[in-house]
């Protein structure tokens, strides 16, 4: 008879003690849930964060006037172009470069003409001391249906000039 008490609350202990291990795996799995779920929602931020990329590959015909310390230079430019969502066309830009000292102002306004009959405008200037590279921004003026998102967004670009006149040009922007 003692023995069967002693089986009773043995069992009675082994169910009390499961239920606690339960009821605390029930709640660590919760927590590993919430963590996970914290981190899936902070990583897709990162993903939605749509970035587009241009790259323009061109050359230039130059017009310059130089007077003692100062030098205008008109530009037109015609070039090929492509970028991260697949898309490739042409395009052209009219401008001007400004010098005087070791001061750049570069300002153009450009066309961009894809493989679709789509197009979209945009501003490209730069202020400078070096006009062979450097860093600036295109800002997107006006655009067709397919490229609406670009819209109004201001790029950062950097350019690379080769035989004076060529030149490659790579931007990164970020579309939210």
Same mark, same amino acid.
């Given at each position: 008879m003692l023995s069967g008490i002693f089986v009773k609350i043995f069992f009675s202990l082994g169910r009390c003690v499961r239920f606690k291990a339960?009821? +605390? *795996?029930?709640?660590?799995?919760?927590?590993?849930?919430? +963590? *996970?779920f914290a981190y899936l929602f902070f990583i897709s931020f990162n993903v939605c964060a749509e970035e587009y990329n241009l790259k323009v590959l061109g050359e230039n015909t130059i017009r310059e006037l130089t007077i003692e310390n100062e030098k205008l230079v008109l530009a037109e430019t015609e070039f090929k172009w492509t970028d991260s969502d697949a898309n490739f066309g042409k395009g052209f830009c009219l401008g001007s470069i400004n010098s005087f000292l070791e001061n750049i102002e570069l300002s153009f306004l450009c066309e961009f003409l894809d493989y679709e009959g789509e197009k979209f405008w945009t501003k490209i200037y730069r202020k400078s001391s070096e006009l062979s590279t450097g860093i600036g921004a295109q800002k997107y003026i006006k655009t067709t249906k397919k490229y609406k998102k670009l819209l109004n967004k201001e790029c950062k670009y950097a350019v690379s000039w080769f035989d004076k006149t060529s030149f490659l040009m790579e931007q990164k922007c970020n579309i939210n």
């Amino acid at each position: 008879m003692l023995s069967g008490i002693f089986v009773k609350i043995f069992f009675s202990l082994g169910r009390c003690v499961r239920f606690k291990a339960n009821v +605390i *795996l029930s709640n660590i799995n919760k927590l590993y849930k919430n +963590i *996970l779920f914290a981190y899936l929602f902070f990583i897709s931020f990162n993903v939605c964060a749509e970035e587009y990329n241009l790259k323009v590959l061109g050359e230039n015909t130059i017009r310059e006037l130089t007077i003692e310390n100062e030098k205008l230079v008109l530009a037109e430019t015609e070039f090929k172009w492509t970028d991260s969502d697949a898309n490739f066309g042409k395009g052209f830009c009219l401008g001007s470069i400004n010098s005087f000292l070791e001061n750049i102002e570069l300002s153009f306004l450009c066309e961009f003409l894809d493989y679709e009959g789509e197009k979209f405008w945009t501003k490209i200037y730069r202020k400078s001391s070096e006009l062979s590279t450097g860093i600036g921004a295109q800002k997107y003026i006006k655009t067709t249906k397919k490229y609406k998102k670009l819209l109004n967004k201001e790029c950062k670009y950097a350019v690379s000039w080769f035989d004076k006149t060529s030149f490659l040009m790579e931007q990164k922007c970020n579309i939210n």
